[in-house]
């Protein structure tokens, strides 16, 4: 996994992330968790990339998971993670690419636009699905590879080129990894999108 840049860095503490989250990404991911009649209420969840710790108050306010994880590849970020203090939280410093958790830890593992600054984007997805337990859920918010590499011309982030993907090959990466999509849901025009898969 890539670390973000200053900008991005910057970008991903400020009100309108935030809000994008809340109004955004989780509802969508709650509106295709309900249609395919899937109920996290009290499980075992992860946050995958979890930054800021903000996704995680998201999750433990509207699932009240009975353990939560959250890791993220940046040390600075889990410092802000833990300042937040999100009440039965744990936090760690970890690679999606290589989760220190065993085979099955989890029923539902959420990624809030972490793929994209992921090179080894389809050894995460295996990871992912490693970690879920059969019949396990995973929701993943991301931007297409055109939209990553506007913002790196206009915004002066830097996503890694190797994880510019389109949705037809992010599609085949997680069939790949041994997951079936169960909905997908345009964020912003195709720009951005949302996607449940179930662990076979």
Not at 134 to 151: D, F, N, Y
Not at 163 to 190: N, Q
Request: hydrophobic share 45%; charged share 25%.
């Amino acid at each position: 996994m890539a670390r973000l840049n200053d900008v991005e860095l910057a970008a991903m503490q400020t009100r309108a992330r935030l809000l994008t989250q809340r109004m955004w990404e989780l509802p969508a991911f709650v509106r295709m968790l309900d249609g395919a009649g899937v109920r996290l209420h009290g499980k075992r969840l992860l946050d995958a990339g979890c930054g800021s710790g903000y996704g995680l108050a998201l999750l433990k306010e509207r699932f009240a998971p009975v353990r939560l994880l959250g890791i993220d590849l940046m040390p600075e970020q889990i410092e802000r993670a833990r300042a937040r203090g999100v009440r039965g939280a744990e936090l760690r410093v970890g690679d999606i690419t290589s989760i220190e958790e065993p085979d099955g830890a989890f029923d539902g593992v959420f990624v809030f636009g972490i793929l994209h600054h992921v090179p080894e984007w389809r050894a995460a997805l295996r990871e992912l699905a490693r970690v879920l337990a059969p019949g396990g859920v995973l929701c993943v918010e991301e931007l297409h590879g055109r939209t990553a590499a506007l913002s790196d011309r206009f915004m002066h982030t830097s996503h890694p080129r190797e994880a510019a993907f389109d949705w037809p090959t992010l599609r085949a990466g997680m069939r790949d990894a041994g997951l079936e999509i169960l909905d997908e849901r345009k964020l912003v025009w195709t720009l951005a999108m949302s996607f449940l898969a179930r662990k076979a």
